[in-house]
Nanobody
Framework: QVQLVESGGGLVQAGGSLRLSCAAS????????MGWYRQAPGKQRELVAGITSSRGITNYADSVKGRFTISRDNAKNTVYLEMNSLKPEDTTVYYC????????WGQGTQVTVSS
């Protein structure tokens, strides 16, 4: 059974920080490049950060580079997204998934950044 459970979102002021977590079922986690996506209203879902399975090589969208850090704990089948220097335009729902993504999506976690 595929499971993707995101958590850690919340309300924060601009300039603040949040740490998102994603617990994934072992079957899809162990061999997969994992990523964090977000989808603002009226926009397409975008990949903001990705990390490879074994070597932990990361990549970021230009809009979050230098502010967000993706990491993974393979012993816990968990992917993290450390978000610093948050901006109001970072406000949206964040999802984790494999890269490229599966058809299945978790419920996501809402991040709201107030100005």
């Amino acid at each position: 059974q595929v499971q993707l459970v995101e958590s850690g979102g919340g309300l924060v002021q601009a300039g603040g920080s949040l740490r998102l977590s994603c617990a994934a079922s072992g079957r899809i986690y162990s061999l997969s490049r994992m990523g964090w996506y977000r989808q603002a209203p009226g926009k397409q879902r975008e990949l903001v950060a990705g990390i490879t399975s074994s070597r932990g090589i990361t990549n970021y969208a230009d809009s979050v580079k230098g502010r967000f850090t993706i990491s993974r704990d393979n012993a816990k089948n968990t992917v993290y997204l450390e978000m610093n220097s948050l901006k109001p335009e970072d406000t949206t729902v964040y999802y984790c998934n494999t890269v490229p993504n599966l058809e299945f999506w978790g419920q996501g976690t809402q991040v709201t950044v107030s100005s």
